[in-house]
């Protein structure tokens, strides 16, 4: 079987699930991972035959697309800042909005221009901490959660990306006390009330972590409660909390902030969606 006659069998196999642009970028993807042969290589070779290896392997993952596993944990990969971070199932992919929680962070700590201490709470990947790391070199990262399996895909990632980070494995709803004071506390935390679950595409749902996901009905602002209140704590004076939210809860936040007497603002993403906030203790 040539490289030109399996690209036909996955598309008549994807085509009713996937729309024909999605499905080209994707199969460049599998392709490059199975073949290692880059765009233009894939354009010269279309007539080469295949191995009986590369046939299995494009058969298991267009299965895998069809059962609606999204690409980065078939590849085992995905993109943050324009780096290449490992992911699997264990930790959420990594979403272009908290690429703009990031710049807000460093944007920040560049206008302090001095070494702070940073705290990324539900680091999964790590792709927060790690960014912050590169962008700042000088500061000092530190990164928490609740998941060892997540810790350990985001200890890797540090390694390969030469990202030097304290890790801490820590469920921040159990009275936690950090081991430090913090000049920036950052966090993209679960936030969709669970039942939201059903309406969300299968990819999300049926893969991603639900640990990373989800909250409660009745309390879903759970999480930035308990990590303004742990700031409180663990703020160094005139430190900055720095939240990624879901575009709705905006103002609900904005309200229990204020409540817990915190000075907060809000920034829209690209999109227009308010997307993030950054609070300071009044
Ligand atoms: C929305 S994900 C964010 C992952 C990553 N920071 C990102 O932005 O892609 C939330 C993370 O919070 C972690 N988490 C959930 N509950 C937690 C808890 N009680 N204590 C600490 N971390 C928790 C999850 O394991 C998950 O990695």
Not at 96 to 104: A, F, I, Q, Y
Not at 216 to 234: C, G, M, S, V, W
Not at 254 to 263: K, Q, T, Y
Request: glycine letters at 4%; a negative charge; one cysteine or more.
């Amino acid at each position: 079987m040539t490289l030109a006659e399996i690209k036909i069998s996955i598309k008549e196999l994807l085509r009713k699930k996937i729309d024909a642009i999605e499905l080209n970028s994707l199969l460049g993807m599998l392709i490059e991972e199975v073949t290692s042969w880059n765009r233009v290589q894939q354009v010269v070779e279309l007539n080469t035959p295949l191995t009986e290896l590369q046939i299995k392997k494009f058969n298991e993952y267009s299965q895998e697309l069809l059962n609606d596993k999204p690409i980065q944990y078939i590849l085992g990969k995905a993109w943050f800042m324009g780096v290449s971070y490992q992911v699997n199932e264990h930790v959420l992919i990594p979403r272009p909005e908290t690429e703009e929680l990031v710049e807000w962070v460093v944007e920040y700590a560049n206008i302090i221009g001095k070494p702070l201490q940073l705290l990324d709470i539900g680091t999964g990947s790590g792709c927060i901490a790690i960014s912050l790391k590169k962008a700042l070199p000088l500061c000092s990262v530190s990164g928490l959660d609740i998941s060892a399996e997540a810790l350990e895909m985001a200890k890797k990632n540090a390694v390969l990306l030469n990202a030097s980070i304290e890790w801490i494995e820590q469920d921040i709803l159990n009275n936690v006390v950090l081991p430090n004071t913090y000049d920036v506390i950052v966090s993209n935390p679960p936030y969709i009330p669970m039942r939201e679950k059903e309406n969300m595409q299968e990819q999300v749902k049926n893969y991603e972590p639900a640990i990373a996901l989800f909250v409660p009905n009745e309390d879903p602002l759970l999480f930035y409660r308990t990590i303004a209140q742990l700031a409180k704590k663990q703020l160094a004076p005139k430190g900055q909390l720095f939240f990624e939210i879901h575009y709705d809860q905006g103002k609900a936040i904005l309200n229990l902030l204020d409540e817990m007497h915190f000075h907060a603002e809000i920034r829209r993403d690209s999109f227009g969606k308010n997307r993030m906030i950054r609070a300071s203790l009044k």
